[in-house]
């Protein structure tokens, strides 16, 4: 350590105060870079020696604080127009295309009820969609079936039956067609805009909880032993001193 901070001019409390013809933001970053070069300064890697010198790298660092605070409060002050404007802008909006627990917008409100009216519609056009590409599925065996028999049976020096195994296999091929084309069909409403269509979608519901918790261990470990420090950091700072599997350490920091 070079020198004592408090025998510094630099380092006496208000020396850094600037003019006031400076903006507070200004104000604000001429105190805190003063304070950043005072350390830079003094804090040399040298450990400190004497109470003197502890004594004034406290004051020091009590500065440091009161100038981070000082920088807080002014960008709560500056930014105070700005989020009351923004949450105006939003409580208006909110009303209208709103989607959290308080408030839900009358567009989405008006779009839920929508879908609400179209899905049972959209499921028995499925349904009937699905039984079509049954029958044609079924269809399309039958003349395969047919068709492979005709085939079989034809005799080579009958023209007619030749014609006729060649009809089946050609209407066999535009069955199979038809049943892959009912197969692709999806339900949907088109209109203006993009069509609507039901989704196909997962969710997990939890039967096994042992099972569940095995899975858990094996599959997501990481993600397992992350949120148990989690929940073991809690239960320390909240005053917890003894927990099974881990181990209590007690340090003293500033």
């Given at each position: 350590m070079n020198a004592i901070v408090a025998n510094n001019p630099r380092a006496v409390i208000g020396a850094n105060h600037p003019p006031a013809e400076l903006t507070a933001f200004e104000a604000v970053k001429i105190n805190i870079t003063d304070l950043y070069d005072e350390a830079?300064?003094?804090?040399?890697?040298?450990?400190?020696?004497?109470?003197?010198?502890?004594?004034?790298?406290?004051?020091?660092?009590?500065?440091?604080?009161?100038?981070i605070k000082a920088a807080e409060t002014q960008r709560v002050i500056e930014?105070?127009?700005?989020?009351?404007?923004?949450?105006?802008?939003?409580?208006?909006?909110?009303?209208l295309i709103g989607n959290n627990k308080s408030v839900t917008g009358i567009a989405l409100k008006a779009e839920e009820a929508c879908n609400k009216a179209l899905k049972p519609f959209l499921l028995e056009l499925e349904r009937q969609q699905q039984e079509a590409a049954r029958i044609a599925r079924e269809e399309a065996a039958r003349k395969q079936e047919e068709a492979m028999a005709a085939m079989r049976e034809r005799d080579a020096a009958n023209l007619q039956q030749r014609e006729d195994a060649e009809r089946l296999v050609q209407e066999a091929k535009e069955a199979e067609a038809a049943a892959n084309q009912a197969e692709k069909a999806k339900a949907h409403a088109k209109g203006d805009g993009r069509a609507t269509g039901l989704r196909t979608v997962y969710r997990a519901v939890?039967?096994?909880?042992?099972?569940?918790?095995?899975?858990?261990?094996?599959?997501?470990?990481?993600?397992l032993m992350t949120w148990i420090q989690d929940q073991a950091d809690?239960?320390?700072?909240?005053?917890?001193?003894?927990?099974?599997?881990f181990e209590i350490i007690e340090e003293k920091v500033l």
């Open positions: 830079r300064l003094w804090l040399d890697g040298t450990p400190v020696e004497t109470q003197e010198q502890a004594d004034a790298l406290n004051t020091l660092k009590a500065r440091i604080k009161d100038a930014g105070a127009p700005h989020k009351q404007a923004i949450d105006e802008i939003q409580a208006r909006y909110n009303e939890l039967v096994d909880r042992q099972l569940a918790a095995k899975w858990v261990w094996l599959d997501r470990n990481e993600e809690k239960a320390v700072r909240g005053g917890v001193r003894s927990i099974a599997g």
